[in-house]
């Protein structure tokens, strides 16, 4: 699958019956890890992870702990690994030519790279919506409704949409318009659009890589108040340019950074991870404080 | 290469502002004490118009703070600038007020002859308040903890001071133009020991600049829970 396959896929591939090995957090893997020291229990945990192209890392070495129903973010200057991070929290870099990883990200206590773990199973439960709305040339029901027939969610077809389309804050715009084709809607719809597909088929997860980077204020704060209302009910990571919405947004925030050069080579670091008005009043590390005062550079 | 050029130059003028009203307060401090030693109304007067000069710099402060909020979103370490030079700011224009409370006061005694042990008593706590002034904003400028956190010992010394001064009026007798006195020169005392606690307050703010806690000195609800 190419890159731009697995974009439209956003979790929604059909894995064919029998093939798909589901994700049974009472199964499989190493001892679950450690609580975290958060109010809510951790569904990533993330261990040295060090992300390759090739032979050269993207990101180095990255260890740290999700927190479950709250927003974390990623923030970063431009080529520090935060969309390859991303990425590789749903294994949607699996479909990159040399693309390999060492260390480990478990997911309720499974180690998502293991032997046994289907992708198409783990983008289902941990579902990812983009910088730019994809939304298929279909009407607005099908782009929901897609997605749901092919994992065979078939039953109660119209309700599901229904939810979904009013758990991203997009139902009153567009429940008289159903057949219309979503290409017509607004890139802020668009984008509600594409995080309904998201949440239509149940994932527990939602990454976010830079969702409202391509719209206007107004459609980016109604993005904001959405992951404000989702992290009631789903676990949200989002990588983001905008500093000011990372502190507006997330509970937790994760800065990423380019290490000193190693064998000729410099990658993404983790520098901090901390609570988002930690990082935002007091972060730790100089290269922190540096970035979000905007003296980075 | 140095970057958010605009965002250092808010905060630099904001520091030289916050600076400048500072020795404002403490040649308010000066003329107050000096009016009220002399028994000088007209200086008094001085006292009092002065503090337009000081209100000037607080509005400006207010006004250069709002805009950089509303403009910069300064964040982190140019946060807590920012908050802390509010604070600063207020307790600034606290100080002048003490003054102009000072010089009031003395425009309605002058014509009383003075009790000259008090009036030294003022004069030393006026000198040790406005050496606070000048500790806590180097203590400002220099981002220097040890040295903010030392006024609370300065501080005490003003308190010592203000204890023995209302004694000392208490065994001034039943004079009713004394007690009159007496009674004003209470609140000049009280004044004067208010502008050592707001020199502590600007040491607590830097102390918070510095580690970004929020935490006061001396806590006079944990000595009594003992």
Redesign the interface.
């Known amino acids: 699958m190419d890159y731009a396959s697995a974009e439209m896929a956003e979790g929604t591939e059909q894995s064919g019956d029998g093939l798909a090995k589901a994700i049974d957090p009472t199964q499989l893997g190493p001892a679950a890890p450690s609580p975290a020291p958060f109010a809510t229990p951790t569904v990533f945990k993330i261990e040295n992870l060090t992300a390759y192209y090739g032979k050269a890392p993207a990101v180095r070495d990255v260890s740290f702990d999700v927190p479950g129903n709250q927003v974390t973010a990623i923030i970063g200057p431009s080529g520090c690994g935060k969309s390859t991070f991303i990425r590789c929290l749903n294994r949607m870099n699996d479909v990159v030519p040399g693309f390999h990883t060492d260390g480990s990200i478990y997911f309720h206590g499974i180690d998502l790279q293991g032997k046994d773990v289907d992708p198409v199973n783990v983008r289902r439960q941990i579902g990812m919506v983009f910088q730019r709305p994809n939304p298929f040339p279909k009407s607005i029901f099908d782009n929901i409704a897609y997605g749901l027939r092919i994992l065979g969610m078939k039953d109660n077809l119209q309700d599901r949409v229904e939810h979904a389309l009013k758990r991203a804050a997009l139902w009153e715009e567009v429940k008289d318009r159903l057949k219309d084709s979503a290409l017509a809607l607004s890139g802020g719809q668009q984008q509600r659009l594409c995080i309904a597909r998201a949440i239509a088929i149940e994932p527990e997860v939602i990454l976010l890589d830079e969702p409202a980077s391509a719209l206007d204020p107004i459609s980016t704060a109604s993005i904001e108040d959405l992951m404000h209302e989702l992290k009631n009910d789903y676990t949200i990571v989002i990588v983001t340019h905008n ?2 919405q990372a ?1 507006r947004v997330a509970d937790m925030t994760a800065f990423f950074s380019l290490s000193e050069v190693v064998d000729g080579r410099r990658a993404g670091v983790l520098v901090e991870y901390d609570r988002t008005d930690k990082i ?4 730790a590390d100089k290269r ?2 540096d970035y ?6 | 290469m140095p970057m958010r050029i605009p965002l250092q130059q808010d905060l630099d003028t904001l520091q030289a502002t916050l600076m400048e009203e500072g020795d404002l307060c403490a040649r308010a401090i000066r003329g107050a004490l000096q009016a009220l030693r002399e028994r000088d109304p007209e200086l008094a007067d001085e006292v009092i118009t002065f503090d337009d000069e000081v209100d000037s710099r607080y509005l400006s402060i207010e006004v250069a703070v709002e805009s950089l909020l509303a403009r910069q979103t300064p964040v982190a370490s140019d946060l807590r600038l920012v908050l802390s030079i509010i604070h600063i700011n207020l307790a600034l224009e606290r100080i002048a007020d003490l003054c102009v409370t000072i010089a009031k006061l003395t425009k309605l005694v002058y014509a009383v002859p003075p009790d000259t042990k008090l009036i030294e008593a003022f004069d030393e706590m006026a000198v040790r308040g406005e050496e606070m002034l000048k500790h806590s904003l180097d203590a400002f400028m220099n981002r220097d903890v040890a040295a903010a956190e030392s006024l609370v010992d300065l501080d005490e010394l003003i308190d010592r001071a203000n204890r023995r001064a209302v004694h000392h009026l208490m065994a001034l007798g039943s004079n009713p133009e004394m007690r009159e006195w007496g009674l004003r020169m209470i609140i000049v005392s009280r004044c004067l020991e208010r502008i050592g606690d707001h020199c502590v307050d600007i040491g607590e703010q830097v102390a918070y600049l510095v580690t970004g806690e929020f935490r006061e000195f001396t806590d006079a609800s944990a000595e009594l829970r003992g």
Do not use: K, L
Request: aromatic share 14%; glycine share 14%.
């Open positions: 500093m000011q502190a935002f009043t007091t972060p922190t404080e979000v005062t905007g003296r980075f550079g």
